[in-house]
């Protein structure tokens, strides 16, 4: 775990998102959950032994950040949307539990067949502050990678967590539940604000330097796809024939990967997604030159 200032702490070992741990004088504030329950346990031991939890907050309802909050304790915080979408169901339980038969089966034991997560209780619209124990948290939706992605902001400490709207070294995510214009319209916001540090959704720890190399890497990928359209291809044929690099959901580095059917999904699901947005909306790598 690495430890930022005085503060903060973060975890990038955990399968799934970064998870946070920012220190105040009156409790601990948590930022998303470990995907895998084995890894959840641990992590609700560890953030318990530290102090009280005053919050859990959710950057997205993607089950990456919230399906193990069961066992972390905390008055869940996230955007609106984050709340409709988790009423609806984080996550089919036949794909949570195939994912986890492969990348945690000890913790498909602690699952025991119930795929709910806690709701949040403190919801949002657009910007919430939180002030505790002398520290300033600004949470500001975003949408882009999901309609609901919020970053947070540590103003006094220079430090940003991204959500899933900025990924480092992990290669691309899947883009089926989010919307591509709203996401370079998220980048302009974050590189608005004023930090050093930035803490990804995915990957190390950085600096406000990796906002930019991530929009480079996704701008490669609408260049890919938007040739493809000018060449007249269709949707079927965008999506059967582009890919990308995805180390979210693959292999990696001793780590086994999903079910290859499902990362098949998420690569066809995302090129359908941007072809549709593209032609909708119009196209960003060629506007960007």
């Not at 949307?81 to 036949?94: K, S």
């Not at 991204?162 to 989010?178: C, Q």
């Amino acid at each position: 775990m690495q430890q930022i200032g005085e503060r903060i702490h973060v975890e990038t070992s955990n399968r799934g998102s970064n998870n946070v741990i920012i220190e105040t004088d009156d409790g601990l504030v948590l930022v998303d959950a470990p995907h895998r329950p084995s890894d959840a346990v641990r992590w609700g031991a560890l953030v318990r032994a530290r102090g009280t939890v005053r919050y859990l907050v959710h950057t997205d309802h993607h089950i990456d950040h919230v399906l193990g909050n069961r066992w972390v304790p905390g008055t869940v915080v996230a955007h609106r949307r984050t709340r409709a979408h988790l009423l609806d169901g984080a996550a089919p339980l036949e794909f949570i539990e195939r994912s986890l038969a492969i990348i945690d089966p000890a913790g498909l034991e602690l699952l025991g067949g119930d795929n709910r997560v806690r709701l949040p209780e403190v919801t949002f619209d657009g910007r919430l502050t939180l002030h505790v124990g002398g520290v300033r948290l600004e949470l500001q939706h975003l949408g882009g990678h999901t309609d609901n992605t919020i970053a947070l902001l540590l103003p006094d400490e220079g430090v940003l967590v991204s959500g899933d709207n900025v990924i480092h070294d992990f290669g691309l995510p899947a883009f089926s539940d989010g919307d591509i214009h709203d996401h370079f319209a998220a980048f302009d916001a974050l590189e608005r604000l004023e930090f050093d540090t930035l803490i990804p959704g995915h990957g190390e720890v950085t600096d406000r330097s990796a906002i930019g190399a991530y929009r480079d890497q996704i701008l490669v990928l609408l260049r890919e796809i938007e040739t493809a359209i000018a060449a007249g291809a269709s949707r079927d044929e965008v999506a059967e024939t582009v890919r990308y690099e995805d180390r979210l959901h693959t292999a990696l580095d001793g780590e086994p990967g999903y079910p290859p059917d499902f990362v098949e999904y998420w690569q066809r699901a995302s090129q359908s997604t941007l072809y549709d947005q593209i032609v909708r909306r119009g196209p960003i790598a060629t506007a960007a030159g």
